[in-house]
């Protein structure tokens, strides 16, 4: 008798360890499903993305969909094309970031509206030795005092009394010398660039450009914009 029960004991264990075995493949397998299900969702839209050609949006679905379901058939299939897409997006963001550098403005000025689009220096500049400050580059059409490039400070001034020059470097080229001016007037320490057509041609084809000014403390200044993504519609008339 006592070998019976221990018989059908081993066998009750033995078909619980069987039922547990089969529930955990089932999970395994449904998991493996949902995960795959949600690989297909994220691969879809990254094929969206790219069929609209939003390349960011593309980079950003594939990297989610690389990172989450690595060892899915959608990401297997994705990444046959996905670097080319990731470029595209990386560019695509950096084109945002610098088109963001520049601001465009419109206002009511006597005789019509006055029209600039300005820039910073991507890094501030130190021009009288109190510490680094924000230079600006502006490009001016104004009804009465017509079309002009100027460079602004906020602190110190340009060293520029009855004209001097300017080495303008574009994209690491080399230097080349433009006229400058320095007005007679306490409203702004502006400097202007008298060949301001040529200044805008430069702009308009380059990524970088670095101008190096005269300070009134001495020596030279060089500040660089990221002039890349300027856009020449907001500044009709001048390309």
């Known amino acids: 008798m006592k070998n019976v029960v221990l018989l059908l ?18 999970a395994a ?32 679905h594939g990297a989610a969909l690389l990172s989450q379901y690595p060892d899915s058939q959608a990401a297997a ?3 046959q094309g996905y670097e080319d897409v ?14 963001a550098l520049w601001n465009y403005a419109q206002v009511a000025a006597p005789g019509g509206t006055q029209k600039s689009a300005m820039i910073y220096a991507k890094d501030p500049v130190d021009v009288d030795g109190t510490g680094a400050k ?7 059409d104004h009804p009465k005092w017509k079309r002009s490039a ?15 020059n300017v080495k303008v470097v574009a994209d690491g080229a080399k ?35 670095s101008i190096e000014f005269p300070v009134k403390g001495g020596g030279t200044r060089t500040a660089t914009f990221e002039t890349g993504a300027l856009d020449g519609a907001q500044m009709p008339g001048w390309n």
């Open 77 to 79: 299939k994705m990444k």
């Open 134 to 140: 924000p230079v600006q580059l502006v490009f001016r």
């Open 86 to 99: 990731k470029a595209k997006g990386e560019a695509a963001r950096e084109q945002r970031r610098l088109a």
């Open 9 to 26: 004991s081993c066998l009750l264990l033995v078909a619980a360890c069987g039922d547990r075995e089969a529930e955990q493949r089932a």
């Open 175 to 209: 230097p080349r010398s433009m006229a400058a001016w320095r007005p007679d007037t306490d409203e702004a320490i502006a400097m202007f660039i008298t060949d301001y057509k040529a200044l805008w041609r430069l702009l308009r084809k380059t990524k970088e450009v």
């Open 150 to 164: 100027y460079l602004v400070l906020q602190v110190g001034d340009f060293r520029c009394a009855g004209g001097c």
């Open 29 to 60: 397998q449904a998991q493996a499903a949902a995960q795959e299900e949600a690989a297909t969702t994220l691969a879809r839209e990254y094929d969206n993305a790219v069929t609209a050609q939003n390349w960011d949006m593309a980079r950003v």
